[in-house]
């Protein structure tokens, strides 16, 4: 059974940092490209952030780009997603979802639909 767990929520003011972690059970990830998405409340889910499989690529959607980094560790069969600076507006369900195929050049993948395997979510909160 291929699983993703999500952890490393919680309530952080403004301008405080959070690191999230995505874990792969049941399949090993290095051949999966794997996304960051968060969704919140009445909003659609959207695109963060995505790696590919070796991590040579790392793309960001504009509203984080300069304040969160992800990266992966295969052997560990984990990707990160380092939140700094946060916001209010960052405020969230994050979940992390992996992809089967390959990233192709030339397009993004911010889209839900590119990805095949999905995590349970962690909350953010960024509040004063």
């Known amino acids: 059974q291929f699983l993703l767990v999500e952890s490393g929520g919680g309530l952080v003011q403004p301008g405080g940092s959070l690191r999230l972690t995505c874990e792969a059970s049941g399949f090993s990830l290095d051949y999966n490209a794997v996304g960051w998405f968060r969704q919140a409340p009445g909003k659609e889910r959207e695109g963060v952030s995505y790696?590919?499989?070796?991590?040579?690529?790392?793309n960001y959607a504009d509203s984080v780009k300069g304040r969160f980094t992800i990266s992966r560790d295969n052997a560990r069969k984990t990707v990160y997603l380092q939140m700094n600076s946060l916001k209010p507006e960052d405020t969230a369900v994050y979940y992390c979802?992996?992809?089967?195929?390959?990233?192709?050049?030339?397009?993004?993948?911010?889209?839900?639909?590119?990805?095949?395997?999905w995590g349970q979510g962690t909350q953010v909160t960024v509040s004063s």
């Open positions: 979802a992996a992809r089967r195929g390959p990233l192709f050049i030339g397009r993004s993948y911010y889209s839900p639909d590119d990805y095949d395997f």
């Open positions: 790696i590919s499989r070796r991590g040579g690529s790392a």
